[in-house]
Each structure stands twice: as structure tokens, then as C-alpha cells.
């Protein structure tokens, strides 16, 4: 008995075990201080919604062989670049949304065929340059959003050119266009029927493209590149396919998450996205080599939700909500991309 308890302790992650544990108490601890735990539960479901797409662009990265993509904010500034688009040409709704993602497409898989060759260069350093790069590439992005001519004046700055830092979504009908989409009310517990929807149609594609030849060879390139090159695979090309598909689908997930937010945040927003889109896939199951759709939902799930009770948990005990509810999000988040990290045992 013992033994089996260390084999599932081993195969399952002390840290995750850690964590499922944490929410379990922060569940009964808002149950027993009687916050409204319908409603913990309704942002819960927006919050995964919201934040599922980002999460699920690292999962052609892992399975092609370049690990967790902390390079995605370079899909993220081309989602925001394709919603500033659609603002400019005064889109609304539904329409806008679909315009954010097809202006934005072309710009992901542009910058990602180029940091899918830049990758290439450094096999073996893939995460380091990846952190280098989405920095470098958020910060030259604020000198890009002060000179870029846009003239709507819901997003350019009254004097000079640019645009602003926050952008309200409100006034195109594009915020929550999906949150509202089929909601009902289960209970007391508003289910965002469109924006899960959305999400679980992504993960559905993704699951269909890994089992597709593209991804089957993806994944053998990621798995075995040795066997791969000894089978004929070329390594590098689909190595680079993983990659754009990643960055693509970090532009789709920014334009899901900023409708869903009500506004799109440039400069410094884009800049910590991919630590929480990491850390979530992680703490899912997921390894810097392994990963699949179960990691993802399961990952977001956990992450997400021990976000949203542990803040009212905390403002029952402490004044200071905002600071407590951080400090447990960055211990969260960087704990387990450093639990991750170190289970590589050198590899």
C-alpha cells in the first residue's frame, strides 16, 4: 500500500498534489465563511473560458520540441495588432471579433515562421531565447503602439500620435461578445455558454491537427528527433510548424481574453501572459515534453479557480485583498514552472 501511495505521489507531482489540496481548502473555507460560492463559480467558468485559448498555444510548442513557448507574446501583440485593426474600421460585435482574428492571422504566422527559424538556431536553449524574445519584442512593441497612425479616436491619444494604453471595447460591441452568447443561469451559476463553447471548439481543432499527418510527424520530431531525422522527418520545418500554430493561436486566445476583459491592454499587459499560460499547462500534468488537451482544461481549471476564490477567501482575513491575492498567484505561477523546471533532471 505504501508503495502505491509513493508510485501515484511520484507519477502525479508532489506540487500538484499540493495544489488540488489548496483549492479543496479554499473551497471549504468559502463554503464555511458563507461567501457566495455560486458566484465564485460563474467568474470561475469566465475566467477559464477567458484565458483557455493562451493556455492551449502552448501545446504545439511542447508536442514540436521547443518546450513551454514563453515566446507566445509574440501571437499576442498580432492579436492586439488585428483588434486595433478591426476597431479602426469601426467593425462591431460579432463582426469585429471575427475581423480581430482574421487581420491578426497573418501577422502571427508571419512572426511565428520567424521565430520558429530563430529557435532553430539554438536548439537546446529554446526556453532562455523564448523568455528573451517575448520580452524584447513587448518592450520594442511600446515604441511601435506610440507611432502607428490609427485615427479612431477610441483608441488614439488626443494630442500627438499613438495609441493609448487601455482600450474600452464597450462602445464597438465587442466586449463579452462571447461571454453572452447562449448564457443561462444554472442554479444561481451563469454559464458563459459561447465563451466555453469557443473554448472547447479550439481544443477540439487542435486535438483533430495532432492526429493529422502534420501533427503526427510534429510530434515525432518533438518526441525523438534522432528517429525522426532517421525516418525521413524533417525536424526543423516541423519544429517551425509547431511553432507558428503556437503563435497563432496566442493571437486568438489575446482577442478572446480582451473581449471577454472588456479591453484590449498594450505595453506592459502583454508582457507576464505567457509565465500564466506556462504555469497553468503545468499544473495540468503537463512536462516541458509532454503534453496534451487534457493537460490544458484540467491546467486552466485549477489555475484559474484558485485564483478566483482564494481572493475573497483572503479579504475575510486581511484588509489588503489585492496584495494577498497576488502574492498567491506569483507564488502559484512561478512555483510550479520552477517544480517543472527541475524535473528535468539536466535533460
Known amino acids: 500500500m505504501v508503495k502505491k501511495i509513493v508510485d501515484f505521489v511520484h507519477d502525479f507531482g508532489l506540487a500538484r498534489i499540493i495544489i488540488l489540496g489548496f483549492f479543496l481548502l479554499l473551497c471549504v473555507l468559502a463554503v464555511v465563511l458563507r461567501l457566495d460560492f455560486a458566484e465564485l463559480l460563474s467568474s470561475s467558468l469566465v475566467r477559464i473560458g477567458m484565458n483557455g485559448v493562451l493556455v492551449l498555444a502552448m501545446l504545439p510548442a511542447i508536442s514540436c520540441g521547443i518546450g513551454p513557448n514563453f515566446g507566445v507574446s509574440l501571437g499576442i501583440l498580432a492579436g492586439l495588432l488585428g483588434s486595433l485593426i478591426a476597431i479602426e474600421l469601426r467593425l462591431d460585435g460579432y463582426v469585429a471579433f471575427t475581423g480581430a482574428i482574421l487581420f491578426s492571422l497573418p501577422f502571427a504566422a508571419l512572426v511565428g515562421y520567424g521565430y520558429g527559424w530563430l529557435l532553430n538556431r539554438v536548439k537546446g536553449s529554446e526556453m532562455m531565447l523564448a523568455t528573451f524574445v517575448g520580452f524584447s519584442a513587448v518592450s520594442v512593441m511600446k515604441i511601435g503602439w506610440l507611432l502607428l497612425p490609427f485615427k479612431s479616436p477610441e483608441m488614439a491619444w488626443p494630442i500627438g500620435r499613438g495609441v493609448r494604453v487601455t482600450i474600452a471595447l464597450h462602445n464597438r460591441g465587442l466586449a463579452q461578445v462571447l461571454n453572452d452568447t447562449l448564457a443561462f443561469n444554472a442554479g444561481g451559476v451563469v454559464i458563459p455558454t459561447g465563451l466555453l463553447a469557443f473554448f472547447l471548439l479550439c481544443c477540439g481543432l487542435v486535438w483533430v491537427f495532432l492526429r493529422t499527418k502534420t501533427g503526427v510527424a510534429m510530434r515525432a520530431a518533438g518526441d525523438n528527433p534522432r528517429f525522426a531525422e532517421a525516418a525521413g522527418i524533417n525536424v526543423d520545418q516541423y519544429r517551425m510548424i509547431g511553432t507558428m500554430v503556437s503563435t497563432i493561436l496566442g493571437a486568438v486566445g489575446i482577442v478572446v481574453f480582451a473581449q471577454s ?87
Not at 282 to 303: C, D, H, R, Y
Not at 309 to 326: G, H, I, K, R, Y
Open 261 to 347: 476583459y472588456g479591453f484590449l491592454q498594450l505595453y506592459e499587459g502583454p508582457m507576464f501572459m505567457p509565465f500564466v499560460a506556462v504555469a497553468a499547462i503545468l499544473i495540468g500534468g503537463a512536462s516541458i515534453k509532454k503534453a496534451s488537451i487534457a493537460n490544458v482544461i484540467i491546467g486552466t481549471f485549477l489555475f484559474q479557480a484558485i485564483l478566483v476564490v482564494a481572493m475573497p477567501v483572503a479579504n475575510v482575513f486581511t484588509a489588503d485583498m489585492a496584495s494577498m491575492a497576488e502574492i498567491s498567484r506569483i507564488i502559484i505561477q512561478n512555483g510550479i514552472i520552477i517544480y517543472a523546471l527541475t524535473q528535468t533532471r539536466g535533460e
